[in-house]
């Protein structure tokens, strides 16, 4: 049976001080891509910081709460 755990997280820039929000099934590897420079957006930021996660029981949990704390960090 498949975990459908997923995760919701906030990046911050230490070069510009700027926040990337995003959501993931597999947080480990999806912080090696921002780390490694192959997440588009996140290269030009680098370094980064993990400052923030946390677990969701679904991929449509993680979306939702994605878009509201985009929507809080854009107040």
């Not at 926040?19 to 680098?46: I, N, P, W």
């Not at 993990?50 to 509201?68: C, G, M, N, T």
Request: net charge positive; aromatic share 14%.
């Amino acid at each position: 049976m498949k975990n459908n755990t997923c995760f919701v997280y906030i990046l911050q820039s230490k070069k510009d001080g700027s926040f990337y929000v995003g959501q993931c099934e597999d947080l480990d590897r999806r912080m090696s891509r921002h780390f490694d420079g192959f997440s588009k957006y996140t290269a030009a930021k680098s370094p980064l910081i993990l400052v923030y996660f946390e677990v969701l029981p679904s991929r449509s949990d993680a979306i939702k709460r994605e878009r509201q704390v985009k929507k809080w960090l854009a107040l």
